[in-house]
């Protein structure tokens, strides 16, 4: 099985449940759960995909802080290569408050800190050259690295063989598009959540969205669609979308799009196609909400497969 180099935002998150409104100044507000979790695109799909049997390393930047050595045991104990996280003094691990809704939906409160600092440098050559597919992970939440030094990483990447990927999130900072331009012609497979696409396109329609990223230059797109599943655009052309298990209640959705990303990376790791590789992260990212933080729920591939054969779809 071909090795997954996930590269990007890593953040703590505080998460905390349920919160449907919030208390005004001065009010106390009891909730019924406080938990610390790893979060983070990069740093969810790695600690997803070790936990699936694939294996994965991991380039992110913390803070030399106590949330930066949660981080790097956190990913550690899961199995993930973490000797490529850089620890730099000069910032505060990225960190995050995620209110979670009764319903299983989020709300956050984000301190860039870190991630923010994230540069094309911190990945290293001996990470790059053991990996089969290079995943961006948490695109426009990377100040210092998304735009131009991202689209070089990644030119190099295909010069050396590799598959490339990425996601994003939600930009912040409002740039949305002159973020990913320069990366788009050197990516083999786009994948962004619904939301973000749409923002970034100026569409609405998934297959309308998808052309304006083959126009810009990307090999193959997956438009993820939450509880409806996900849009799949093939390399040669074939377009369709794969439901996934509606009648699993979420508990909490944080991370489920990363679980995705995580899941379909594990297929095409092992050689799977594009359908089969869609299955199974359906699957993943239901696992993914049914517990509370962004890899808590995630089991060995025998599992979902098993989960798979024995659980119909809607």
Known sequence: MERVLCVGSVTTDVIVTPVDTLPPPGVLQAVRGTTTHVGGCASNAAIDLAKLGAPASLSCRVGQDS????????VSQAGVDASGIVRDPKVSTTSSVVLVHSDGERSFLYNPGSTSSFSAQDVRDEDLQACGILFVAGAMLLSSFDGEPCAGLLRKAQQMGKFTVMDTAWDFEDRWMEKIAPSLPYLDLFMPSYEEAARLSGEKAPARIADVFFQMG?????????????????PGGDRYTLPTYRAIKPVDTTGAGDSFCAGFLCGLAQGWDYRRSGAFANAVGTHCIMEVGASTGIKPMAEILD????TPLE
């Open 307 to 310: 989960f798979m054969a024995r």
């Open 218 to 234: 990307a090999k193959s797109v997956i438009i993820k669609l939450g509880k409806d599943g996900a849009y799949f655009c093939e």
């Open 67 to 74: 949330f930066g050595d949660f981080v790097a045991a956190t």
